[in-house]
């Protein structure tokens, strides 16, 4: 993946933090945001869409609330920095956030959450997503399914991670429905004209389910406040396939109780939740970011499985990028 | 109210906050949250279950990161402290995450976060709750449908306010079935042994479900690693009937932008919504917090109608607790 980004003229430096983020997407067990994605960036790069080499500037700096313009530049690459920024200024004031505008698809929002973790500070990060979602009584595509993530340090190998869409499933399951030739369940999307449905095509045509309804719709809209409204970016109806905004929150544990009291505390919280008796046919009841934890170590330790058509895509892009 | 709380021992000032709170409830069309909850104040002070002499302090300051200790004084009250130094601490600091440990039941999230918007702050609020859903795939409830609201300025009238649970509806609707002689809709809740249930009494026995499933037991887990783990008050299994924690959270948007840009850019945002297409039978598309606030001014014009039983529970009160 890096050689292929390179070709694309960008740096290997930020070609390897692209390349970083997508791998651990699929180790994580979320291949809908990993490897698989490479096609679209090369094809986003040479449309244009894409700015190889933008010029990531702080353009609002007061300490602990900044405004970073990603100009345009992949959104793995705009998205890191804003994050790294929102933890060094966390480190330093207890609290801050990072808003960044005219960036573009920046993959799992846990990665950004999760870099906070070995700082001592929990991280927070938001994206507004692509138009896909109706508003509570509407039957206009207003809002995106805009997801969040929150990372908490705590004493086990693997930090406390809830990384979540505001629809009832994200879109991508729609298209595992339909690789499958299956039906979905009523509840999760609607079609064109607003029906629910369960035929994952015409979903695609249609809307995604806001996750309980009207919460769901409240919650990505006031997630959409932090990344497009306050970033200066665009928001709401204004959302195109470019210039998405984001907004990465750290805060320092250690302002409020010495993080090793805080970690024993969280490790009891996790024991808890470890401990309780499971429904039949459940084997054990998990704590969020948890299985995604079990599927990183299993795939650190036998190997990183990538399907044979994903990886001819990749070569294919490679030879046709040239060297 | 003020009169039956001075009864209570509870100074005048203190009183009338409290008071303020469940009649702002009530007019925002929360009754749930509001007058009705008198008598089981009246009863948590008598028991001694609530302080009403608390000796509320500031027991970790870090400038934007404070701890405050409750003193187990009633929620509206300590609520509302913490809350007040969250608003100071945000304007001095951009940025401000106050938490609050050793409270009671503390009313309406919204109240909290709607306070910061006067002063050009968004403003963000949670609190743990009684323990009354099921982790996914468990069968012992071990975390609350723990709440969370947040107000963002606009040059409305009204801020936009989300106000939310993280089950997929507040007990109170529960409550609201039972008094109807209705059933509720399967989804809501689960009866003791954990089975899926349409009766509103075997419900209330039993546990909320969360919102979106893993979704709403991931968030309240969170929510609660906030309001409890890092308060250093009662978290998780622990949380009984007294010491919850809140957490109070502020972010002063004139940091990232002029504030009439960033409300102007809001008014943009809540134009879209408004001229949303509507679904047939509904009238229009509302913004989070604009139903409340067409009650608030409707109530603020018309009066406000508490019920005769309501009513009635507050005179016994007062007579019950002499002059």
């Given at each position: 993946m890096t050689r292929i980004f390179t070709r694309l003229d960008i740096s290997e430096a930020d070609a390897t933090i692209v390349a970083d983020h997508l791998v651990e997407a699929d180790m994580r067990g979320h291949p809908s945001h990993g490897v698989i994605r490479v096609p679209t960036y090369v094809e986003a790069c040479r449309a244009g869409?894409?700015?190889?080499?933008?010029?990531?500037?702080?353009?609002?700096?007061n300490g602990a609330q900044c405004v970073v313009d990603?100009?345009?530049?992949i959104g793995q690459l705009t998205a890191y920095r804003a994050n790294e920024l929102a933890i060094e200024r966390g480190k330093q004031y207890g609290m801050a956030g990072v808003a960044l505008k005219h960036s573009t698809h920046c993959g799992a929002m846990a990665y950004y959450a999760i870099r906070a973790i070995s700082h001592g500070l929990i991280g927070w990060a938001t994206t507004n997503a692509g138009i896909n979602m109706v508003p509570t009584g509407g039957t206009k595509k207003l809002v995106g399914n805009n997801p969040f993530a929150m990372a908490v340090p705590t004493n086990r190998e693997w930090p406390m991670v809830l990384d979540m869409a505001t629809s009832v499933v994200a879109g991508g399951k729609l298209d595992v429905a339909r690789s499958k030739g299956e039906s979905i369940p009523l509840g999760w999307a609607r079609d064109a004209d607003g029906n629910p449905t369960t035929d994952p095509l015409a979903a695609r045509a249609g809307s995604l389910e806001p996750v309980g309804g009207p919460k769901g719709y409240g919650m990505a809209l006031m997630l959409d406040v932090l990344a497009g409204v306050m970033s200066g970016g665009r928001f709401g109806a204004g959302l195109g396939a470019l210039g998405s905004g984001q907004f990465f929150m750290t805060i320092d544990v250690a302002r409020y109780m010495p993080i090793d009291e805080f970690k024993a505390r969280m490790d009891e919280l996790i024991d808890q939740i470890q401990a309780c008796p499971t429904a039949p046919g459940v084997n054990r009841v998990y704590v969020p970011g948890e299985i995604e934890w079990d599927q990183y170590a299993q795939r650190r330790r036998d190997g990183l499985a990538v399907e044979e058509s994903i990886l001819a895509s990749l070569d294919a892009a490679e030879r046709e990028l040239g060297a």
């Amino acid at each position: 993946m890096t050689r292929i980004f390179t070709r694309l003229d960008i740096s290997e430096a930020d070609a390897t933090i692209v390349a970083d983020h997508l791998v651990e997407a699929d180790m994580r067990g979320h291949p809908s945001h990993g490897v698989i994605r490479v096609p679209t960036y090369v094809e986003a790069c040479r449309a244009g869409r894409i700015n190889p080499h933008p010029n990531i500037q702080v353009v609002v700096d007061n300490g602990a609330q900044c405004v970073v313009d990603g100009d345009n530049g992949i959104g793995q690459l705009t998205a890191y920095r804003a994050n790294e920024l929102a933890i060094e200024r966390g480190k330093q004031y207890g609290m801050a956030g990072v808003a960044l505008k005219h960036s573009t698809h920046c993959g799992a929002m846990a990665y950004y959450a999760i870099r906070a973790i070995s700082h001592g500070l929990i991280g927070w990060a938001t994206t507004n997503a692509g138009i896909n979602m109706v508003p509570t009584g509407g039957t206009k595509k207003l809002v995106g399914n805009n997801p969040f993530a929150m990372a908490v340090p705590t004493n086990r190998e693997w930090p406390m991670v809830l990384d979540m869409a505001t629809s009832v499933v994200a879109g991508g399951k729609l298209d595992v429905a339909r690789s499958k030739g299956e039906s979905i369940p009523l509840g999760w999307a609607r079609d064109a004209d607003g029906n629910p449905t369960t035929d994952p095509l015409a979903a695609r045509a249609g809307s995604l389910e806001p996750v309980g309804g009207p919460k769901g719709y409240g919650m990505a809209l006031m997630l959409d406040v932090l990344a497009g409204v306050m970033s200066g970016g665009r928001f709401g109806a204004g959302l195109g396939a470019l210039g998405s905004g984001q907004f990465f929150m750290t805060i320092d544990v250690a302002r409020y109780m010495p993080i090793d009291e805080f970690k024993a505390r969280m490790d009891e919280l996790i024991d808890q939740i470890q401990a309780c008796p499971t429904a039949p046919g459940v084997n054990r009841v998990y704590v969020p970011g948890e299985i995604e934890w079990d599927q990183y170590a299993q795939r650190r330790r036998d190997g990183l499985a990538v399907e044979e058509s994903i990886l001819a895509s990749l070569d294919a892009a490679e030879r046709e990028l040239g060297a």
